[in-house]
């Protein structure tokens, strides 16, 4: 899916990020930062394009008969969000295993999900919940689990400055007993 950049859009967000570029003390017609707020405001727009996109969309028609029931797992999958709160980077790798229920999903469209998903103002965990959700309508599955790992620029650049931490979520729904959770994991090698 090619992001096409609406003009009237793109143009009120520069003028927006151009007065929060004079509200912080800087010189918006400083040669440096001339075209900075146009520049600004299509990265934003392109890093929130989960909004524009819906599952339907997402998903397409990327469903096929199942071989079989045993589990399906794409892991390390790299994502790249903004915190809802303070509306900083956030980044990781989400894994996602499902046990198909006569339909599997196109492997591409697994990673679509996590965009989808991942190009909006954020929560981890509400992510995590959505992905999980999404994988388990469109396929239907017996049972979903995610696994993210981020790393959130709101605790490592500002605030308590840990530089080192990450956080973890995990988001399941269906069946899955404490076998096929367990096997999940040690595909992830997260214990």
Do not use: W
């Not at 001339?34 to 727009?45: N, S």
């Not at 894994?95 to 103002?121: C, E, H, M, Q, T």
């Amino acid at each position: 899916m090619e992001l096409e950049y609406p003009t009237e859009t793109i143009d009120k967000i520069a003028g927006h990020i151009e007065e929060i570029v004079r509200l912080l003390g800087e010189d918006p017609s400083r040669e440096g930062l001339l075209k900075t707020p146009q520049r600004a405001a299509k990265a934003l727009y392109y890093a929130t394009q989960g909004y524009r996109y819906s599952e339907e969309e997402t998903v397409g028609d990327a469903l096929f008969t199942a071989p079989s029931s045993d589990p399906v797992i794409v892991k390390d999958i790299e994502f790249y969000s903004f915190c809802e709160h303070h509306i900083l980077p956030f980044f990781g790798k989400v894994s996602v295993g499902y046990i198909p229920d006569k339909k599997i999903i196109g492997l591409s469209k697994v990673a679509r999900i996590v965009n989808l998903f991942a190009r909006r103002l954020q929560t981890q965990e509400r992510f995590t919940r959505q992905v999980c959700d999404a994988v388990a309508t469109a396929v239907g599955a017996k049972g979903v689990i995610v696994v993210c790992n981020g790393q959130h620029m709101c605790m490592k650049m500002r605030g308590v400055e840990k530089q080192e931490s990450s956080t973890t979520t995990i988001a399941t729904s269906g069946d899955l007993d404490t076998g096929m959770r367990r096997e999940f994991m040690e595909a992830l090698k997260y214990q």
